[in-house]
């Protein structure tokens, strides 16, 4: 069966950097595209982008642009999140959540990853 | 970007009863509209997609209606198990956005 399977949570100081892993099992990695998204406590959720897994190109939201990076290690069949510079409001849950192949509907989502940013 | 108004955001319903929740899109999506269901804790689960397909495993007690800009998820015969927020979310256009979320309690 498809899994997505995120790693643990993160405490965090202000300004230091984070890494999320998601590790994806039940399907050829490199077919779908891996999206990510963000849920600050008690909020609403937010789309934060895309990683190719076949090319590895990533896309961003604008407000994820320049501290956030989407890597991936596809001979792991695995997506990243990087985080640098953590700031007070990245405090959230981040999932990974995995497109269907013909449209972006997320059928499919990590368990989440809390990253709690607290000096 | 297109903006999900979402209404309302909580809503108080009896066991058995049937509610609606409304989404509105800033333009038209063209039923690039999905719906999801999370409960606390937990990670967002898919229940309708293209605005009215019905994802494999949910019950049909859940439909998707609607077209153009004002889309809705109907909830019929409501179960406990139903206790929950619910957000749509638009895939038509870059960047996709979520509505703001619907909180359902039981009354």
């Known amino acids: 069966q498809i899994q997505l399977v995120q790693s643990g949570p993160e405490l965090k100081k202000p300004g230091e950097s984070v890494k999320i892993s998601c590790k994806a099992s039940?399907?050829?990695?490199?077919?779908?595209?891996m999206h990510w998204v963000k849920q600050a406590p008690g909020k609403g959720l937010k789309w934060m982008g895309w990683?190719?897994?076949?090319?590895?190109?990533?896309t961003y939201a604008d407000d994820f642009k320049g501290r956030f990076v989407f890597s991936l290690e596809a001979s792991a069949s695995t997506a990243n999140l990087q985080i640098s510079n953590l700031k007070n409001e990245d405090t959230a849950t981040y999932f990974c959540?995995?497109?269907?192949?013909?449209?972006?509907?997320?059928?499919?989502w990590g368990q989440g990853t809390l990253v709690t940013v607290s000096s | 970007d297109i903006q999900m108004t979402q209404s309302p955001a909580s809503l108080s319903a009896s066991l058995g009863e049937t509610v609606t929740i409304e989404c509105r899109a800033s333009?038209?999506?063209?039923?690039?509209l999905a719906w999801y269901q999370q409960k606390p804790g937990k990670s967002p689960q898919l229940l309708i997609y293209?605005?009215?397909s019905l994802h494999t495993g949910v019950p049909s007690r859940f439909s998707g209606s609607g077209s153009g800009t004002q889309y809705s998820l109907k909830i019929n015969s409501l179960q406990s198990e139903d206790v929950a927020s619910y957000f749509c979310?638009?895939?038509?256009?870059?960047?996709?956005?979520f509505g703001a979320g619907t909180k359902l309690e039981l009354k």
């Open positions: 959540a995995r497109e269907t192949g013909s449209s972006d509907w997320f059928a499919y």
């Open positions: 039940g399907y050829t990695f490199t077919d779908y595209a």
């Open positions: 990683i190719n897994t076949y090319t590895g190109k990533p």
């Open positions: 333009e038209d999506i063209y039923n690039g």
């Open positions: 293209n605005a009215n």
């Open positions: 979310q638009q895939y038509y256009d870059y960047p996709y956005t």
